[in-house]
């Protein structure tokens, strides 16, 4: 397996590595780490959603959400919801928080901290996303989904998905939603009505169990981590254009695409936070040891927030070139250095940061 492994002193990063697909194909340009700006110590919690500077975390094991500000890292509210609340996701003025011992949805008003609407959804409920009009969320007892219309707080819709779904993710134009039998089930953002069923190979190994999904618009990613793999998906298409090796199998993984950018956070192996390439695709591993293990991940502009057991993560992505195409020589990045070809279609970044062999 091919590897370029990077030192960044100038920019207080330890290394990267570019792992090339599963198979064979080019190697992508190695590019900086994201940039750790901040870390807060939070309680134990497993799930985040952000509004601009404010994080909304829960699933510590109380019955609360808290908002702490993104700049000093201060709890300034503690908000009582229902049962269990273990997802959480926010529109532009409300956060929206699933509460799964009561199959409830809280709705929270964030001007105010109080809980405006609490909404009835399907059994067992264990995600949720979020867009500009719908809350979408996945009822894994019921194998459904329910459409809440963001405004009213009315349940509009409830769509039936494939076994045991556990993930969902949308990107404004589809939702996807991810289901134990090895299937991703595809719905309209618009109406909620049933678009594809897209089908990923079971590689001997239970898809649902360590699953995560995003959509940068043009590819749905998708993780199976006891197979090891990150699949990456044409929309338009509906099929697998490449498997990705993931830097271990044992754990979780989730993702965020966000700003022109797909993420993935490592709660396995050593953890951390990669930037995933769509072209040539690869995954950057960052193993900068400051950034533990990830449980969520969250983008909000160029800052992506993660959060893992006991802390909050603010990282920065730099001011990077993109990877380059594999048919034509790529253009020299901003920070200065060269491409050079190591023969085919196989070229490496190389400055005096940068130490790289062919």
């Known amino acids: 397996m091919s590897r370029i492994s990077a030192c960044l002193t100038s920019l207080g990063v330890l290394a990267v590595s570019l792992f090339a697909p599963m198979g064979g194909g ?42 702490v500000n993104g700049t000093t890292g201060v709890v300034e509210r503690i908000v009582n919801v229902g049962n269990s609340p273990d997802a959480i996701t926010a529109t532009s003025k409300y956060v929206w928080v699933v509460n799964n011992g009561d199959g409830t949805v809280s709705e929270i008003a964030s001007n105010s901290g109080k809980v405006v609407n609490t909404v009835t959804v399907g059994s067992n409920p264990v995600a949720i996303t979020s867009d500009a009009t719908y809350v979408w969320v996945v009822n894994q007892s019921d194998n459904t989904v329910s459409q809440i219309n963001a405004s009213t707080a009315q349940i509009v819709n409830t769509i039936s998905v494939g076994s045991q779904p556990s993930v969902i993710t949308d990107d404004g134009t589809s939702v996807f939603v991810g289901n134990g039998d090895n299937s991703i089930t595809q719905l309209s953002a618009t109406d909620g009505s049933y678009l594809n069923s897209i089908e990923t190979p079971a590689l001997n190994c239970v898809f649902g169990s360590s699953y995560s999904l995003a959509s940068d618009g043009v590819n749905l990613w998708a993780t199976n981590v006891p197979c090891g793999a990150l699949f990456q998906i044409s929309i338009s298409d509906d099929l697998i254009t490449n498997t990705l090796p993931l830097p271990g199998m044992y754990g979780q993984t989730t993702l965020t695409s966000g700003n022109g950018y797909t993420w993935l956070g490592l709660n396995l192996e050593d953890g951390g936070v990669e930037r995933v390439f769509a072209s040539p695709s690869s995954i950057s591993l960052n193993v900068n040891s400051n950034i533990g293990f990830i449980q969520s991940l969250v983008t909000s502009g160029p800052i992506v927030w993660g959060l893992g057991y006991g802390y909050l993560y603010e990282i920065v992505q730099p001011a990077v070139p993109n990877a380059p195409t594999i048919s034509n020589v790529p253009a020299s990045p901003v920070f200065g250095g060269e491409f050079h070809s190591c023969g085919g279609n196989e070229w490496r970044w190389k400055n005096v940061n940068i130490l790289t062999d062919c």
């Open 26 to 67: 080019a190697l992508a340009a190695a590019v900086a780490t994201p940039l750790l700006a901040n870390q807060f110590s939070v309680g134990n919690f497993t799930s985040m959603a952000v509004q601009g500077q404010q994080l909304w975390l829960t699933g510590d094991g109380s019955n609360t959400v808290e908002e």
